[in-house]
């Protein structure tokens, strides 16, 4: 069966750092193929002479191919042309090997884009593509930030002080008010004081603080926890910028939010991530599979063999399983879920279930604007039973209620 071409006019775009290479495939009145090959580089000027040029052809499809970070700038000016580009997994383009170079290359796309072969990626809007920088800028901080507690409690270690080993939060409010005490030149009796509620008894906790800071230990100890305050008041400013960003959304945040495992930060991740128009993935298995959730799929001679899930978007695959970790520990479905998955396919396994199980329901909730609501728990209930003890005393305060005799 031959190919057919849908197309009278397709682009191919061939990306790289400093050079595009456009290819132009135009049926002719008379029915040939008139083939239009040039090269560009990779600055704004030569961005802008590409678009202007492949908008005078018209043409009623561009093909680029995902090359890490580079396609986003060719992709803008096409956009700002009023060319709505479609960028497309390099795993869905492979060619036969051989005959490799930047024009077949551009060619090859143009060709598949003409017969319609391709279908493109997800793109987020304009406002929530330049909201991923930040928000995946605040990932790597937080990873710095982690990298930068370990690192000071090493130090603090080489210096003699356990508190790591008597503690389960050693990065808590408490624990940090000793450690600032012992920075700052102070004694183990004068921190202990800071104890709080820290289930360790006092007499360990403070053997736990006597140790031998050195001058080169409370240099560098200090240096790492200037270091920590920064990050840390870095990250407050990227979460109220993006809060802010994200304002005109708060009708999708208390729908997420019902979703147990879920705060203010993953959803605005999330939102950024995936959009809030779920029409663009069509249906809940292409949004799992996009976010690298969906379950692997190889079969052979009539036999399903294991496999492991397909590279996908690792921010919204890692957000997804650090919310299926809290909800698993709370009283509802997927509790149940994990717990009945953990004993056949292990734990790691039935995280990334659950996960995939939430993205589902994401898309359920976005695609019918609902709020999320449980198989087997009653949250209106729950809370009413665990919340009315207080709700009846301050009505008895107030005098609302009768005080009881």
Not at 127 to 147: S, V
Request: aromatic letters at 6%; a positive charge.
């Amino acid at each position: 069966m031959d190919i057919k071409p849908i197309h009278r006019c397709s682009v191919g775009i061939d990306v790289h750092l400093n050079k595009l290479v456009v290819c132009i495939l135009r049926e002719l009145d008379n029915g040939e193929i008139d083939i239009q090959i040039r090269e560009f580089g990779g600055f704004k000027r030569d961005r802008r002479e590409m678009s202007e040029w492949i908008a005078s052809f018209q043409p009623e499809v561009v093909i680029m191919e995902s090359t890490g970070i580079y396609w986003k700038s060719p992709y803008a000016a096409l956009e700002k042309a009023g060319i709505k580009a479609t960028l497309v997994n390099a795993r869905h383009v492979a060619k036969v090997e051989g005959r490799k170079t930047d024009i077949c290359d551009a060619q090859w796309l143009a060709m598949l884009g003409r017969c319609g072969l391709l279908r493109g990626s997800f793109i987020p809007p304009e406002e929530l593509r330049h909201l991923r920088q930040l928000t995946r800028y605040h990932d790597r901080l937080t990873k710095t930030l982690i990298a930068e507690k370990n690192r000071l409690l090493k130090v603090l270690a080489d210096a003699g002080i356990r508190l790591s080993a008597l503690v389960s939060d050693p990065h808590g409010v408490a624990c940090r008010n000793m450690i600032d005490v012992l920075l700052n030149g102070g004694k183990p009796e004068q921190a202990i004081r800071f104890v709080g509620r820290l289930k360790a008894d006092k007499d360990e906790i403070l053997a736990s603080l006597d140790g031998e800071l050195t001058q080169h230990h409370l240099f560098l100890a200090r240096k790492i926890q200037n270091h920590i305050d920064d990050i840390e008041k870095s990250l407050a400013e990227c979460e109220i910028y993006v809060f802010n960003e994200l304002s005109d959304y708060q009708s999708l945040f208390d729908l997420l939010l019902t979703i147990p495992g879920m705060d203010r930060l993953a959803i605005a991740k999330l939102i950024v991530e995936i959009g809030v128009d779920m029409s663009c993935f069509g249906n809940t298995g292409r949004l799992a599979a996009w976010t690298g959730l969906c379950p692997g799929n190889h079969e052979s001679a009539g036999k399903r063999k294991n496999a492991k899930t397909a590279p996908a978007n690792p921010y919204v695959r890692r957000l997804l399983i650090e919310v299926a970790h809290a909800a698993v520990k709370t009283q509802c479905y997927f509790r149940e879920f994990h717990q009945s998955l953990v004993m056949r396919r292990g734990r790691k396994k039935a995280i990334v279930a659950t996960a995939h199980k939430i993205i589902k329901v994401v898309y359920i909730l976005l695609t019918r604007q609902t709020t999320y609501k449980d198989k087997t728990i009653d949250f209106e209930q729950f809370r009413t039973k665990r919340n009315a003890p207080r709700w009846i005393k301050a009505l008895r305060k107030h005098g609302m209620l009768p005080a009881v005799p």
